[in-house]
């Protein structure tokens, strides 16, 4: 089941993308299964999606590709390296991504990301993967220049529209066989299979929630498959996940606010 969320007339609904592209609005509550269908079918064509969560947090894992990890010759971590990014980074599909002003080096990172169904505190491997609703498209937009010039990567990783999320929430994908792929104006920059992730959905899902609890609509973003590279004003791109769908974002100068 691929679930959506989207803005049409001034409000937004939850809703059923059929495989028409046709929505059917649901109402309730998709994180506990308790939502029903409206009867309201709409067009894709005609709706503004919207990421498919509204995350409290984003806990995005560091190295997690086996290909990533031969590519910049590290040895493979012994335990997950989590961090944050800010509720304030949301984006949506289709939506703007703002190159900084204070940046000279924007990075795309394609990412498969986990959204947690249920509050999750302490829990073990054993159970983790009941507490997913299911899985969607990230990119971890990334200053790479101030990543580095810091150290600490908060600054590089943060600022607002940097979380682009969607188009859906597939509830039924196989995590671990799926191909994951990053266009860069159409060109194929990056192309793995979540096959090669070091740390698997379970281990993420229990790892993180040993430090933090996450509640509904939290996300966590897997890492990145080798050949991330740098983004310009202007291009046009593309996370494109196997069952997922595919997430697009335009890249602009900084805007005044
Ligand atoms: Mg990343």
Redesign the pocket.
């Known amino acids: 089941m691929k679930i959506v969320r989207f803005e049409a007339d001034n409000t937004i609904n939850y809703g059923i993308l059929a495989a028409n592209e046709q929505i059917h609005v649901v109402k309730g509550d998709i994180f506990n299964n308790t939502f029903t269908e409206t009867g309201e079918i709409l067009p894709l064509n005609n709706v503004k999606l919207l990421s498919p969560c509204v995350p409290s947090k984003a806990v995005?894992i560091g190295l997690n590709y086996h290909d990533h990890a031969r590519e910049m010759k590290l040895t493979l971590p012994e335990e997950p390296l989590i961090f944050l990014k800010p509720s304030s980074a949301l984006n949506h599909p289709n939506g703007t991504v703002e190159y900084p002003a204070i940046s000279k080096n924007l990075h795309y990172?394609g990412?498969l990301a986990i959204v947690i169904k249920k509050e999750a505190r302490k829990v073990p491997i054993e159970t983790a993967e009941n507490y997913v609703l299911g899985y969607t498209c990230a990119n971890?937009v990334?200053a790479r220049d101030i990543q580095m010039k810091d150290g600490q990567w908060t600054r590089g990783k943060s600022f607002d529209t940097f979380l682009p999320l969607g188009p859906c929430i597939e509830t039924e994908l196989d995590p671990h066989n799926v191909s994951i792929r990053l266009l860069l104006n159409g060109e194929v920059k990056q192309s793995s299979n979540t096959s090669n992730l070091i740390f698997k959905v379970a281990e993420m899902v229990s790892f993180v929630s040993q430090v933090m609890t996450l509640y509904p609509g939290d996300v966590i973003?897997t890492?990145?498959p080798s050949g991330v590279g740098p983004m310009q004003v202007g291009d046009f791109v593309t996370v494109d996940i196997e069952g997922i769908g595919a997430l697009n974002n335009t890249i602009v100068g900084e805007k005044e606010r």
């Open positions: 995005c990172e990412e971890d990334t973003l890492g990145t």
